[in-house]
């Protein structure tokens, strides 16, 4: 019989609302306590999903009875401190996207995860997603050829606030962090590091990019073409081209979503999925999947993967001017 995972939840915020809903359309997770700053929020998110156990404090959460693993949402300042907390308590962790604020907190997290040999994985759903899945497996079997370039957007529009989390460069605002690090994901993904990276950012009155562009080039000729924006909606779509045809994956991509497989001189073949959750039950079950069979990191996720992403997150951000205080410049 299947075992069934206690989970835990650090930050209840938005995110960590479909998460939870998530997890109970799976039959081997339960969402067992959340912790907030606030005791009365995290008292109430605990009764709204049916967790025994709510805490006012996050580190009151290690000492949880019964807990396997903890989903971290919290604002992206505190996603270092948070897991580190978690992983020298021995608790496996999932880490919600940006990772760290740079890479030298990353670096930390991961050497926290091997010094207490437990697990730790970064929370990019869609690199879980069935859409996701497919473009790699259409890749990998040759449908469309040497992939020459990835073309990826991420936009909508916020309303300005200075104090709110997209905006406020305390809380680690900006576009890049929040969403362009999607489409940095799939030409990672898909392409791996590029050898040269050009970058353009709009810099709003916050001191954070509102807008921002990037090229990616390859010493073998693959380029990448990546754009996020906080201030205007974009078609939130991706194509990744190669010798022979195209892989479409329609708006919003980051989401599970439908593709389409272009070929030259052919109609374009079409994938649909179906799904019944927010999507972040893909992510939830590899975790379990991985914690199943004793791994300490997810291969189809790897720690130098997120290590790698976050790197070329700091070149880009060293290209537009971006610091944040956790840089320490």
């Given at each position: 019989?299947?075992?069934?995972?206690?989970?835990?939840?650090?930050?209840?915020?938005?995110?960590?609302?479909?998460?939870?809903?998530?997890?109970?359309?799976?039959?081997?997770?339960?969402?067992?306590?959340?912790?907030?700053?606030?005791?009365?929020?995290?008292?109430?998110?605990?009764?709204?999903?049916?967790?025994?156990?709510?805490?006012?404090?996050?580190?009151?959460?290690?000492?949880?009875?019964?807990?396997?693993?903890?989903?971290?949402?919290?604002?992206?300042?505190?996603?270092?401190?948070?897991?580190?907390?978690?992983?020298?308590?021995?608790?496996?962790?999932?880490?919600?996207?940006?990772?760290?604020?740079?890479?030298?907190?990353?670096?930390?997290?991961?050497?926290?995860?091997?010094?207490?040999?437990?697990?730790?994985?970064?929370?990019?759903?869609?690199?879980?997603?069935?859409?996701?899945?497919?473009?790699?497996?259409?890749?990998?079997?040759?449908?469309?050829?040497?992939?020459?370039?990835?073309?990826?957007?991420?936009?909508?529009?916020?309303?300005?606030?200075?104090?709110?989390?997209?905006?406020?460069?305390?809380?680690?605002?900006?576009?890049?962090?929040?969403?362009?690090?999607?489409?940095?994901?799939?030409?990672?993904?898909?392409?791996?590091?590029?050898?040269?990276?050009?970058?353009?950012?709009?810099?709003?009155?916050?001191?954070?990019?509102?807008?921002?562009?990037?090229?990616?080039?390859?010493?073998?000729?693959?380029?990448?073409?990546?754009?996020?924006?906080?201030?205007?909606?974009?078609?939130?779509?991706?194509?990744?081209?190669?010798?022979?045809?195209?892989?479409?994956?329609?708006?919003?991509?980051?989401?599970?979503?439908?593709?389409?497989?272009?070929?030259?001189?052919?109609?374009?073949?079409?994938?649909?999925?179906?799904?019944?959750?927010?999507?972040y039950s893909y992510e939830a079950e590899e975790v379990m999947h991985c914690l199943d069979h004793g791994l300490k990191e997810s291969p189809l996720l790897p720690l130098s993967f997120s290590k790698g992403l976050m790197e070329v997150l700091d070149a880009i951000r060293e290209k537009?001017?971006?610091?944040?205080?956790?840089?320490?410049?």
């Amino acid at each position: 019989m299947a075992r069934t995972y206690n989970w835990g939840i650090i930050g209840p915020g938005r995110i960590a609302h479909k998460f939870a809903q998530d997890l109970d359309k799976l039959p081997n997770a339960r969402l067992h306590a959340v912790a907030s700053r606030s005791e009365e929020r995290a008292k109430a998110f605990a009764l709204q999903y049916g967790a025994p156990h709510a805490y006012g404090a996050y580190e009151e959460i290690t000492l949880c009875p019964d807990l396997d693993v903890v989903y971290i949402a919290t604002p992206h300042p505190g996603h270092h401190d948070n897991t580190i907390m978690c992983l020298k308590a021995g608790i496996p962790v999932l880490c919600e996207k940006p990772f760290a604020m740079n890479s030298r907190q990353v670096q930390e997290m991961v050497d926290a995860a091997h010094a207490g040999d437990t697990f730790l994985m970064e929370a990019i759903w869609t690199r879980f997603t069935p859409s996701t899945t497919k473009a790699l497996e259409l890749i990998g079997h040759g449908m469309i050829g040497d992939v020459l370039s990835v073309k990826a957007d991420f936009g909508f529009r916020a309303p300005f606030d200075p104090r709110g989390r997209l905006f406020d460069k305390a809380l680690g605002g900006g576009s890049l962090l929040d969403i362009g690090i999607y489409p940095v994901f799939l030409a990672l993904l898909v392409m791996g590091k590029p050898a040269d990276i050009q970058a353009l950012a709009h810099i709003g009155p916050t001191g954070v990019d509102e807008e921002l562009g990037v090229l990616f080039k390859y010493n073998n000729g693959q380029m990448a073409h990546l754009h996020s924006s906080i201030r205007s909606y974009t078609k939130t779509e991706a194509f990744i081209y190669g010798e022979r045809g195209t892989i479409h994956l329609h708006t919003r991509w980051h989401e599970p979503t439908t593709l389409s497989l272009i070929l030259e001189d052919r109609r374009p073949r079409d994938y649909r999925f179906d799904y019944h959750t927010n999507g972040y039950s893909y992510e939830a079950e590899e975790v379990m999947h991985c914690l199943d069979h004793g791994l300490k990191e997810s291969p189809l996720l790897p720690l130098s993967f997120s290590k790698g992403l976050m790197e070329v997150l700091d070149a880009i951000r060293e290209k537009v001017g971006l610091i944040y205080v956790e840089d320490g410049r």
